[in-house]
C-alpha cells in the first residue's frame, strides 16, 4: 500500500543523483525544488536489501519498504533518508534522488503518516501513530526544499 504524505515545512537537501542530464544543468545550489518519490533510508540502499525483508532488493521494491524498517530500526534512521526517483526501465531500480537533511522531520512526519496497528504482511510499526487505515509499508512523500549541495559525482549515496 503506497503513501503520499506531504511534508510541511521546506528540508534543505542534497541532490544525490543524475536526475536527468538537462535538468542537472539547470539545478543549481540555492534552487527550490519539489519531488515526490518513495523515502528510503540510507542504511537500506547501501545493504542493497531491506533490513527487515532480505529477499527484497532494496531500489527494485521500495513500495515493501516497511514503516517498521524505516522508523523503528535505529540504524536505519540514524543513517539518513534519500527521496528515490522513478524507476529507470533499463535496469528496473529506483534512481537516487534527493538526500533529505533533517531526518527529524522525515521521522516525525512518516510515524505519523505510517499505521501502529498489527499487520499481516510487515512488521508493526511500533512507533507509528496511524491508525489500521494508514499504510505499513510504501513511504512515499512530496518534499519541497533548497538545493545545498549538487555532490560531487563519486558513487554511493553520499557522493553524488
Given at each position: 500500500?503506497?503513501?503520499?504524505?506531504?511534508?510541511?515545512?521546506y528540508?534543505?537537501?542534497?541532490?544525490?543523483?543524475?536526475?536527468?542530464?538537462?535538468?542537472?544543468?539547470?539545478?543549481?545550489?540555492?534552487?527550490?525544488?519539489?519531488?515526490?518519490?518513495?523515502?528510503?533510508?540510507?542504511?537500506?540502499?547501501?545493504?542493497?536489501?531491506?533490513?527487515?525483508?532480505?529477499?527484497?532488493?532494496?531500489?527494485?521494491?521500495?513500495?515493501?519498504?516497511?514503516?517498521?524498517?524505516?522508523?523503528?530500526?535505529?540504524?536505519?534512521?540514524?543513517?539518513?533518508?534519500?527521496?528515490?526517483?522513478?524507476?529507470?526501465?533499463?535496469?528496473?531500480?529506483?534512481?537516487?534522488?534527493?538526500?533529505?537533511?533533517?531526518?527529524?522531520?522525515?521521522?516525525?512526519?512518516?510515524?505519523?503518516?505510517?499505521?501502529?496497528?498489527?499487520?499481516?504482511?510487515?512488521?508493526?510499526?511500533?512507533?507509528c501513530?496511524?491508525?489500521?487505515?494508514?499504510?505499513?509499508?510504501?513511504?512515499?512523500?512530496?518534499?519541497?526544499?533548497?538545493?545545498?549541495?549538487?555532490?560531487?559525482?563519486?558513487?554511493?549515496?553520499?557522493?553524488?
Amino acid at each position: 500500500m503506497n503513501s503520499y504524505f506531504h511534508v510541511h515545512g521546506y528540508f534543505m537537501f542534497l541532490l544525490v543523483a543524475y536526475l536527468h542530464i538537462t535538468a542537472i544543468a539547470a539545478i543549481e545550489v540555492g534552487d527550490n525544488v519539489c519531488m515526490t518519490g518513495y523515502i528510503m533510508d540510507i542504511f537500506c540502499i547501501d545493504l542493497g536489501v531491506l533490513l527487515d525483508n532480505r529477499q527484497i532488493t532494496t531500489l527494485e521494491e521500495p513500495e515493501n519498504h516497511s514503516f517498521h524498517c524505516l522508523f523503528d530500526e535505529s540504524v536505519c534512521y540514524n543513517s539518513g533518508y534519500v527521496v528515490l526517483g522513478e524507476k529507470d526501465p533499463k535496469t528496473s531500480l529506483h534512481c537516487l534522488g534527493l538526500r533529505l537533511e533533517e531526518s527529524n522531520v522525515v521521522i516525525d512526519t512518516g510515524r505519523a503518516a505510517g499505521s501502529g496497528e498489527k499487520s499481516t504482511t510487515h512488521i508493526t510499526c511500533r512507533t507509528c501513530t496511524g491508525d489500521a487505515s494508514k499504510p505499513v509499508s510504501g513511504y512515499k512523500a512530496t518534499v519541497k526544499g533548497t538545493v545545498k549541495d549538487l555532490g560531487d559525482g563519486s558513487s554511493g549515496v553520499l557522493g553524488q
